[in-house]
């Protein structure tokens, strides 16, 4: 970066912003347009968005794309929807849209330059601060994404994974769903938050545990604590464990074992334990609610299989 022209307090917003200052920060330096247009001429910065440079002329990266940014916008901007997402950790998203994502409460009779996606807000942001930059909170984060979010699967995908990674508490996530009407699919994703109370954390167990009501038969206690690991579930009192393999197969070997020895220290316990494919489970939900029932029945449960509306139809 070329710093010699600016005072100390702008050499360390220069660094603190990655390298991107506003015109009016330069101008605090004693810079003026004239010198700062020399400096471009002479390529040793170069303009980013209107009245934001960066000092120097390598390529600008995402950090101070998102710096450049908020500079344009002003400090009522906020980084939001999917860049909030992505500093988070949320879950990838589908047909998430590219460029910096803004959050501000109004830009009247400003032309947006490419890169940036300006959204508008009439109710105050909840923010953080995280490396300087303002962000939206996890839960506005996760307001936003659904209301963008179209598709009913899309959106049980994002709330599933962002249960699993714990970004927000689902008192907060329940409280969301019931107040906010601009949501979309809310009845859908209430009947999910349901589920995770009882343990489930990804979108495969929502499923799973569903696919056990819709065919009478137990819910399995999830996310089960034993020795050094975590089994996706057991049916207590039938000596029965669950894995629900998301996977399309094993990556790596370790990963293999660590599935053998879980396996292998369940047996040795004295339990059985039906592992799943992440396939059986979406395509055929019908088969694997039969063979749990089956391993019920031969482990002292009463109860009976229960034909869900899909089983009728393929009886038909």
Known sequence: MHLA?????????????????????????????GEVRAH???????????????????????????????????????????????HWGFPPIRHASLGVHLTVP???G???????????????????????RSVTSPLRTLRDLLICT??????TALLAGTMQRRLVQNGLIYDLLRNDSLLRHRSTLL????????????????????DMDRHGLPRPR??????????DGRYEGFDLSLELDGKLGHLDTESWLRDTRRDQAEVAAGR??????????????????????AALRARGWTGELAPCPRCRMIRR
């Open 110 to 132: 400003r032309r947006v330059p490419a890169g940036i996606v300006v959204h508008r807000s009439r109710v105050p942001l909840d923010t953080a601060t995280r490396d300087g």
């Open 222 to 231: 999830l996310q089960v604590r034993f020795g050094g690991g975590i089994l």
């Open 272 to 293: 059985a334990v039906l592992r799943f494919t992440g396939r059986q489970l979406v395509s055929d939900p019908c088969e694997v609610a039969a063979v749990v029932s």
């Open 5 to 33: 022209p600016l005072d100390p307090p702008r050499r360390q917003a220069a660094r603190r912003q990655h390298g991107v200052l506003g015109l009016d920060q330069l101008a605090a330096s004693g810079i003026t347009a």
């Open 40 to 86: 471009v001429r002479a390529y040793r910065w170069r303009r980013v968005l209107p009245r934001v440079y960066a000092l120097h002329t390598g390529p600008v990266l995402e950090t101070p794309r998102q710096w450049a940014a908020l500079l344009w916008a002003g400090p009522d901007a906020t980084l939001s929807h999917y860049t909030a997402a992505a």
């Open 150 to 155: 179209q598709r009913p699967d899309d959106a």
């Open 106 to 108: 109004g830009i009247q």
């Open 191 to 210: 009947g999910i938050l349901q589920y995770a109370s009882t343990g489930a954390e990804s979108l495969l167990e929502v499923g799973f545990l569903r």
